[in-house]
């Protein structure tokens, strides 16, 4: 951790198996999220606790309406929403969001056809914006609730993708 105002550094975490990958802090500065020994874990700044989130994500449906997949691995890009409720991450190029307060088993929002990367809550967290590859080139997508009864995504029953800048023919 460093210290803008002093310039000091500060060891926050002492774990001694394993690298952090991909860390990203919230906007406020108060959890950071990252991938660590095949898992997503979070580092609250303020309390000094660290957790590992526990990622259930369901998969496609088969024989039986439910089923769940646990990865534990290969997790990309992390965003945390500025209020610290709900987590985006890639899996698989597959975006999925995930809410915090009761660590429900996290979802799927678009599909494993197209790569997306640069995952960014608004600050509202009521939308996330990303990368995608699925016209063929790099374009930018914003992923919002499309369910009437709440605006959150990660708590929103229905969701729609609208281009937000696209790479002309």
Known sequence: F????????????????GDITYPRIARGGSLIAFEFDGGVSLYNTRTGTLR????NLPADRGSSAVQYKTFTGKAGEFA??????????????TVFVQRLLD???????????????????SKDEKALFFVSNASGSRDIFKMES??????????ALKTKVVPVADTPA
């Open 146 to 155: 499309d369910d009437p009864a709440e605006a959150r995504l990660a708590y």
């Open 2 to 17: 460093h210290d803008l105002v002093t310039g000091t550094d500060t060891q926050k975490t002492f774990l001694t198996d």
């Open 52 to 55: 590992s989130l526990a990622v």
């Open 80 to 93: 945390l929403s500025d209020e610290e409720k709900q987590v985006a991450f890639t899996v698989h190029g």
């Open 103 to 121: 660590e429900a088993a996290a979802r799927p929002l678009t599909q494993a056809v197209a790569k997306h990367r640069d995952l960014v809550f």
